[in-house]
């Protein structure tokens, strides 16, 4: 589909004003949509089971309800449940309680892409899917800013899916600037795909790599840990900013020089075709159906986090101002 860009000025939606929604889950993203949505003027429910996301929305002013009562009272429920735990939670307790002609919505597109949640036909489905975290979300927010998001209508229902899915958008302040239609399908196999390959598989096991590699060779773990992940970010601010070209024009020639030269080394054919691999997995449902038969074997193991690497990253992170 083609791409499409909407922004705040060419929207003039008030954002749920006198809508009545339901955030299910006061996590990370759940948090940040609920404060932007009621700071927007929607009449923000939460829905949480008691424990510390349930006293967190307390001290920020809400009245949490059992998660089947607040979608209940809905007009648009929103799901901000972690992608494992929302199918159970759904059919357990908050389709039962569905209004006909409300909508659901949906931060990532996980549970429909692969049809771990099928949502009753006469609703609407949609997704709204910011590019950050909940903590920036709500900061940039705060500050009259916002986050681009994406967002993408898998059922219209009732004939204004879209709209309500820009009202949200405009709420969360990511209209400010701007949001792209997209589909639940390529949201889900570009995120999962971009997870995997870059943000926190292919990044993480590259800087973990070079890290051994000059330890092994003997130099100190802090030298090691400068070069190799605490300086990452000034250069992936630089390609943030300014792109790839835009970051080569503000580095050192010998730096441009060596990364033009030396990168593509590391990831020549076989890495590639592991790519090409990955993608596979995610389009055909491998992935989705290793991590929801239990996954969680493979979250990290309780001794990395006093690993060598992790210790000269304490070290270096406490001598910075």
Known sequence: MALTVYREKD?????????????????????AHALNLRDSGAKTIVGQRPGASFD?????????LPVGEAAGAADVVIIALPDEAAPAVFEREIAPALNPGVA???????????????PPDEIDVVLVAPKGPGTLLRSSFVEGKGIPALFAIHRDATGY?????????VGIGSARA????TTFEDETE?????????LCGGVV????????TLVDAGYEPELAYLECVHELKQVADLVYEHGLAGMRQRISNTAEYGGLTRGPKLVGESGRSAMKQILEDVRDGTFAKEWMGGGEAAKMPED??????????RHVRALMP
């Open 11 to 31: 929207l003039n939606l008030q954002a749920f004003v006198n809508t009545r929604v339901a955030v299910i889950g006061y996590g990370n993203q759940g948090k």
């Open 56 to 64: 967190n929305a307390k001290v920020d002013g809400f009245d949490p």
């Open 104 to 118: 659901v919505g949906f931060l990532h597109g996980f549970n429909i892409r692969y049809g771990f949640i099928k």
């Open 161 to 169: 899916a879209k709209r309500i899915a820009l009202a949200w958008c």
């Open 178 to 181: 701007g949001v792209i239609e």
């Open 190 to 198: 570009t995120d999962l795909f971009g997870e995997q390959t870059v």
């Open 205 to 212: 096991s590259l800087m973990k790599a070079a890290f051994e």
């Open 304 to 313: 990395e986090t006093d690993s060598e690497f992790e210790r000269a990253g």
